[in-house]
Structure formats: C-alpha cells, structure tokens
C-alpha cells in the first residue's frame, strides 16, 4: 500500500495506531508524519518512561514476559520464512539426510532468533512483528537449491517501533546472542557425544546464522550493534568467528 506521506508503494506498510492511516517504514511514527494526535503520542511515552524509571518495568516483568503479541500477518510470514529457512538448512546435504533432529536445529536457530528480537522489544514497551521481504524470499529460495554454492537466509526482519539508541542496540544483539548460546552448546555436546553428527550440525548451523548476520552492512544486526557500540560488535563479532572456526574445522 501506498504511504500517506512520500507515496512510495513499499512492501512492508503499517497503520498508525493513532490516526489510521497507512505509512511505510520511515513514516510509521507519528512524529515522521506529523500525525494529528502527536500530542497524544508523546503524552504515553511520557507516562511510559515515568514509570519505567519508578521501576513499574522491572516489577511487570514476569506479566510481560506472558503477554507476548502477535497478529495473524505476522504468523504468516513468519511461516513462509521459516519452510524456506528449513529448505536452506536441507539443502546442505542436497536433500539426503531428512531427519526430525535436523528440522528442529534448523527451524529453533531461525525462530529463537528472530522471536528474541521480538520478545525483547515488547519487554521495553515497543511494537515488534516480523516481516518477510520479497527480495530477501527470493534469495533465501534460491539459496536452498543444492548445487547453488551460496547460501543467505534474510527472509525478512522483526521491525520494532520508537526505541532509545541503547534499547534499539541490545534488541539487535539478543538475536546473534541466542544462536552464539546455542551453537557454544551444541558444540559441548558434540564432543561429549562424538558419535551423534546433529549436535555438530546445529554448532555449525548457529554459527553460520550469527557470523551472517553480525556483518555490518545494510538492515543486519551487525550494522546496527557496530553503530550502537562497537566494542560489543567486536566481541560478537570474534565469538561467532571462533565458533564458526571450531565447529567447520
């Protein structure tokens, strides 16, 4: 749908929660345009952040945690993303090795990472819901054909509303975080049980997906860490090139 205010007609549009009209992602809040109840807008960030520095924030913790939000959209494309993020994860060993072990390393390290993101950006009090990206469908498609000697997996994105430069920065990092967690973790396992190959698979798996993405180019998590703190962005940055060593060695 076209934007309200610039008239791109972008893939991904959202609909202001105050005045009900459509914008794309750089007019989604209602002070990039200019909204006619802005007055109302910053009057609930106020009460959002008094209360956030009364502590309110820590003490809902837990009810937070279990109002998790989503919205059949969001389902959708979170489905399409996640069958071709399998597909890819399939693709490897061209098809031959089908397995429920394999599906599950494949489907938790795209979903644990892209629910991390959304579960932390709800826990700061912002709107989060993923979107898959025509462009980035089509690479991560092409991408699961066997003979094809690349292999991308950027489906889509969780897009996140208004957030400080700080919160906006751990939001990026939690994603690689969960896949260096679980790739450290399935690399103890595998040399705790040399002879099941699906522990090193998901070792290697997850450190593929956090290398990836902690590159710091374009709409990646690695281009926001390295502009929010780039001491942070170094330390992920060779932790998931020691896994990453590690686990292809």
Not at 36 to 49: A, D, F, S, T
Not at 58 to 81: C, D, P, Q, V, W
Not at 151 to 158: N, R
Not at 160 to 176: C, E, Q, S, Y
Request: charged share 15%; glycine share 6%.
């Amino acid at each position: 749908m076209k934007c309200s205010i610039c008239g791109v007609d972008n893939e991904i549009s959202f609909t202001c929660n105050y005045c009900k009209e459509t914008f794309c992602p750089d007019h989604r809040l209602p002070m990039n345009h200019t909204c006619r109840y802005l007055k109302q807008y910053i009057e609930k960030r106020k009460r959002m952040n008094y209360n956030e520095q009364r502590g309110y924030k820590h003490s809902n913790f837990l009810r937070k945690m279990l109002n998790f939000r989503s919205s059949r959209t969001e389902l959708y494309h979170l489905g399409i993303a996640t069958i071709l993020v399998l597909l890819v994860g399939l693709s490897l060993t061209g098809y031959r090795h089908i397995s429920y072990e394999f599906i599950l390393i494949f489907i938790s390290a795209f979903l644990i990472h892209e629910l991390a993101h959304k579960l932390l950006a709800q826990l700061y009090g912002s709107w989060a819901e993923f979107r898959a990206e025509i462009s980035g469908l089509l690479i991560t498609a092409i991408s699961a054909i066997p003979f094809f000697p690349f292999k991308f997996i950027a489906p889509g994105a969780v897009v996140i509303g208004d957030l400080t430069r700080n919160k906006f920065g751990r939001v990026a990092l939690i994603g690689p975080l969960t896949n260096l967690i679980m790739g450290f973790s399935f690399l103890m396992l595998s040399y705790l049980f040399p002879y099941h190959p699906y522990f090193s698979v998901g070792a290697s798996f997850n450190a593929w997906i956090s290398i990836f993405n902690l590159i710091p180019f374009g709409v990646l998590d690695g281009q926001k860490i390295f502009n929010w703190n780039k001491v942070v962005w170094i330390c992920a940055i060779i932790s998931a090139s020691i896994l990453f060593i590690i686990s292809y060695g």
